[in-house]
């Protein structure tokens, strides 16, 4: 996994992310989102048997000199996956350790959902645009609370990334 390319937003950053995204923040005062790029891995299934199949990249500790754990907070955010070929999709994004199932004790992962995609990315290099904070990682007391999140967490990316 790499950090690439600095996207800006200029939506609040999660409070935990502060300290170490000072350095990224432009002359506008708006923060550089880092690009995250990897090679999807097969993960547990459990997002497709929810209905919500994800395309998986383990996070390394760091990469380009920045710490992960820091500037990319664990939590749900809008945006978009750039495939090979040059397509963008509109993307629901997890970032954690899937504290439903692990309790916080599973390897963290970016996990995201492309929105009105069907295709097999496995193997593939992807590049993933964190463009806009939904909300922090939860731990949910059943699946169908977990589903209920994920359906709007997936109705917000829809209307809000283009």
Not at 120 to 137: K, M, P, S
């Amino acid at each position: 996994m790499t950090i690439s390319e600095r996207r800006e937003s200029n939506l609040p950053i999660p409070e935990p992310t502060l300290a170490a995204v000072q350095p990224l923040v432009g002359e506008t005062g708006r923060v550089n989102f880092p690009d995250v790029c990897g090679r999807v891995v097969h993960g547990d299934q459990r997002g497709r048997t929810l209905g919500f199949p994800t395309a998986n990249l383990e996070l390394d500790e760091w990469s380009a000199g920045i710490p992960c754990d820091e500037v990319l907070a664990d939590g749900v955010w809008a945006g978009r996956c750039v495939l090979r070929d040059g397509r963008s999709i509109p993307a629901a994004i997890s970032i954690g350790r899937r504290r439903t199932f692990y309790g916080g004790d599973g390897p963290r992962l970016l996990e995201a959902h492309l929105i009105d995609f069907a295709e097999d990315l496995y193997g593939e290099e992807i590049r993933v645009h964190l463009d806009l904070w939904i909300r922090a990682q939860t731990t949910f007391a059943t699946k169908e609370d977990l589903v209920d999140a994920l359906e709007s967490d997936v109705r917000y990316a829809r209307v809000h990334v283009k």
